[in-house]
């Protein structure tokens, strides 16, 4: 086992490959082709002795070796992206923690929680970016971040079977809402009948195959009138009377004009966790601080109650 000739490009290579899933996924986000990403995973592997990346039909994850040498290349790689900040006579920081969050969050509960941040330490760096729940846990699982919020659904299972377990900590339960037009019918009372969601139209969406927007266990075939990733949009086609979708409670305080944010009651209930997640280590001081500003931020959060009627 010899790693004196292991590159810096190959340890990258071989984190995108542990974060993205696939070496064309990883291929793709690195500007490199397929091939020259499989070369630089067979040198490290060559280095290590062993198989680092288990290739599966549907992709490829970390082995136990794989695990040990990306924790330490984590180390290595963030050594010399902070020795190149410092060089670059950017100025010190008080610590830098890198988070990931489920879309709706970028909406309101993270910009919560970093306006308190730089009241409370400014001198803290949070390098913060977007995904899906299968992207962000296997962002965690290579050290490409330290933090992650997840959304979760009954039967609320553990983001992943990888082991060892990562670290779960419920931040809320809330009950799933509905967003609707002001002007709609339904957006006259304070809550909606599940049986009232019959015949209506659909605003919907999906991450990484992951359905949205339906109201879950409609007993019709949906009628969707629009689909569209990005949860804004979603909310401005509700506002000009387009349709209706659902929104996690977090999203009733961020609602533009001409939408009413409304529980919904009957059937079975539809709780939605958020969670926060991290590698099952003990977590470094600025991790900790960020943490505790995502807690505070949830709880911060406006909870189910209907958002008042707009005119």
């Known amino acids: 086992m010899d790693f004196t000739d292991v590159s810096l490009t190959a340890l990258r290579v071989l984190r995108a490959v542990a974060e993205q899933g696939t070496f064309t996924a990883a291929a793709a986000s690195l500007g490199y082709t397929q091939s020259a990403v499989s070369r630089q995973i067979a040198t490290i592997e060559r280095a290590a002795g062993a198989e680092l990346l288990e290739r599966r039909r549907e992709g490829a994850r970390l082995t136990a070796a794989g695990r040990v040498v990306m924790r330490r290349a984590t180390v290595v790689l963030d050594e010399i992206d902070a020795t190149a900040r410092e060089l670059s006579g950017l100025p010190g920081q008080a610590g830098t923690v890198r988070l990931g969050w489920f879309p709706s969050a970028g909406a309101a509960l993270i910009p919560r929680a970093l306006s308190a941040l730089r009241r409370t330490d400014p001198g803290l760096q949070v390098v913060g970016r977007e995904g899906s729940t299968p992207a962000l846990v296997r962002a965690l699982r290579a050290g490409s971040i330290d933090l992650a919020l997840l959304a979760s659904g009954p039967p609320f299972r ?36 599940v049986a009232d969601l019959r015949g209506q139209r659909w605003i919907a969406g999906s991450l990484s195959g992951e359905e949205m927007g339906v109201w879950p266990g409609l007993d019709e075939r949906a009628e969707i009138a629009h689909t569209a990733r990005d949860w804004l949009a979603r909310l401005h086609l509700v506002a000009a009377g387009c349709g209706l979708t659902t929104v996690p409670a977090a999203l009733v305080s961020a609602a533009p004009p001409g939408v009413r944010v409304l529980p919904v009651r009957g059937g079975p209930q539809e709780q939605r966790r958020l969670l926060l997640a991290r590698l099952p280590r003990p977590p470094a001081e600025p991790v900790t601080r960020v943490a505790a500003a995502l807690r505070a931020a949830a709880l911060d959060a406006d909870g189910p109650a209907a958002s008042p009627p707009t005119s």
């Open 158 to 193: 553990p983001p992943d079977s990888e082991s060892p377990a990562l670290v779960l900590r419920t931040l809320t339960e809330r009950a799933l809402c509905l967003a609707v037009p002001a002007t709609h019918p339904l957006a006259r009372a304070d809550f909606i009948d």
